[in-house]
């Protein structure tokens, strides 16, 4: 079935730093790509996504690229801040249109 | 964006009892709800697809007699905990879909569950 895969945490950054959260699937056709972010206390709130091959989501200044290639939407942010500290999850829309999410991957971002 | 709302946001019950859990689309009809369970530090896993007006679809290895769902109206979905034991404390988000939106999932903000 449908799967995705997304490296663990924590990740920790000082702020300013790079950030990438690596996210691969696996899926039958082409399925619809998202990255979600929970912060502490609060529900999933969707950051960005991708609907077909080579989009570019993007939003609050993350950026991720739904490549077929390598089957991959890798999370990135130039310079990440504090308020960025969360847990995001990378997810696929699959044939049947439901969400199958990765494990997450809990980011802090140290002053 | 559209709001979802969960009520209540916590709870503690003792073992054997049941518990109802209330997921509202509160400026959105949403005619397909879902459930999903979040173990600490874990993903979210499907439990059930709600449809208003129909029997809810669960997903293999989630017992529907344990986990009842009702979709009685366009903007209220319920899971009752039946007989809740304390391996059923867990987090609990739903999520509705909104037409309008792309078929776009807003979720919840989640019920903990703690079953002593």
């Known amino acids: 079935g449908d799967s995705v895969t997304q490296m663990e945490g924590p990740v920790t950054l000082s702020e300013e730093a790079f950030l990438t959260i690596n996210c691969t699937y696996t899926?039958?056709?082409?399925?619809?790509l998202f990255w979600y972010v929970q912060y502490p206390g609060e529900g999933l709130q969707l950051l960005l996504k991708?609907?077909?091959?080579?989009d570019k989501g993007s939003n609050k200044g993350f950026e991720a690229t739904y490549r077929k290639e390598t089957t991959s939407f890798h999370l990135e942010k130039g310079s990440v801040q504090v308020s960025d500290s969360a847990v995001y999850f990378c997810?696929?829309?699959?044939?049947?249109?439901?969400?199958?999410f990765g494990a997450g991957t809990q980011v802090v971002v140290t002053p | 964006g559209a709001v979802v709302s969960q009520h209540p946001s916590w709870v503690i019950c003792k073992s054997g009892t049941s518990v109802k859990i209330e997921c509202r689309s509160l400026?959105?009809?949403?005619?397909?709800m879902f459930w999903y369970r979040q173990f600490p530090k874990q993903s979210l896993m499907l439990m059930a697809t709600?449809?208003?007006?129909?029997?809810?679809?669960?997903e293999q290895g989630v017992e529907k007699d344990k986990f009842l769902i009702n979709h009685a109206s366009l903007t209220l979905s319920t899971l009752t905990v039946t007989s809740a034991h304390p391996e059923d404390s867990s987090f609990y988000i739903c999520?509705?879909?909104?037409?309008?939106?792309?078929?776009?999932?807003?979720f919840g903000p989640g019920t903990r569950l703690t079953v002593l």
């Open positions: 999520s509705a879909i909104r037409l309008s939106l792309g078929n776009e999932q807003f």
């Open positions: 997810a696929l829309r699959d044939s049947w249109g439901k969400l199958q």
């Open positions: 899926a039958t056709g082409y399925p619809s």
């Open positions: 991708a609907t077909k091959a080579d």
């Open positions: 709600s449809n208003e007006g129909s029997k809810a679809t669960y």
């Open positions: 400026d959105f009809q949403a005619t397909t």
